[in-house]
């Protein structure tokens, strides 16, 4: 198999598994994931074989629906490649960009080795961003029954991952918690242009946010 069969039918594998799931890691997150990715990846020069496989899979066994176990995506990833023909160390770079890819709170740092784990991560944070991020927010708190917003309830900046995994804060909160916080993490230069972008949108969203809250406009 080539490796636009193989991006093909690990797209086919993803889109199966993830439809139609409704808290923010949908089919639809894993193909914007992977649009930003090779559009991010073209500028950077990074390799786009492995780009494109690390963001069709990158949320393939999210901690959080595995009770927090994060060697689970990894270890699916592993499982699901080593069908193709695909040198051992290619899929070795695709799991170690998927065990690493996740935000684990405000204080944990997520290191990136090659470039194609920071482009990889650039596109996933630019979707937790902008107007996408937006309405992610929204449908998560949603999902897990968090309210939208409670005036003078202060933020949490969760300095382990067990905090933040486990935090119920407010959707408004989760913007100071994480989304206000994405821009200064971004890697590459393409990502941190469209990450200040979706940046100034979130802000004037949040400030007619608490305009129309309180009757102000
Ligand atoms: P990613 O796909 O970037 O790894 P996560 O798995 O952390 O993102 O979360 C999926 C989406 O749900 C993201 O857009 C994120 O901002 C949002 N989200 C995560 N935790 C919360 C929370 N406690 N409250 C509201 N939204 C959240
Ligand atoms: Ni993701």
Redesign the pocket.
């Given at each position: 198999m080539d490796q636009q069969a193989i991006i093909r039918t690990t797209s086919e594998y993803v889109r199966e598994k993830f439809s139609g799931e409704s808290?923010?890691?949908d089919w639809w997150?894993m193909r914007r994931?992977w649009n930003n990715a090779l559009y991010i990846a073209k500028q950077e020069k990074a390799d786009q074989f492995i780009v494109s496989l690390a963001a069709l899979l990158?949320?393939i066994g999210?901690h959080?629906f595995h009770g927090g176990d994060e060697s689970v995506g990894p270890s699916l990833a592993w499982k699901w490649l080593r069908q193709f023909d695909m040198k051992a160390d290619i899929i070795q770079q695709i799991c170690d960009i998927i065990a690493h890819?996740?935000?684990k709170g405000a204080a944990q740092v997520t290191p990136m080795r090659t470039i194609e784990g920071k482009v990889v991560q650039d596109a996933?944070?630019l979707?937790?961003i902008g107007a996408?991020?937006i309405a992610?927010?929204?449908?998560?708190?949603g999902f897990?029954g968090?309210e939208l917003h409670i005036p003078g309830k202060q933020p949490e900046l969760h300095t382990t991952f067990e905090q933040?995994k486990n935090?119920?804060?407010?959707?408004i909160?989760?913007f100071y918690?994480?989304?206000l916080l994405l821009k200064d993490r971004m890697h590459t230069v393409t990502g941190k242009k469209m990450a200040a972008e979706r940046h100034r949108f979130m802000e004037q969203y949040l400030a007619r946010f608490y305009q129309e809250w309180e009757g102000n406009a």
């Open positions: 808290s923010g890691h997150h994931v990158h949320d999210d959080k890819v996740s935000f996933d944070r979707d937790a996408m991020g992610r927010v929204f449908a998560y708190a897990k968090h933040y935090g119920k804060n407010t959707a909160n989760h918690e994480k989304l």
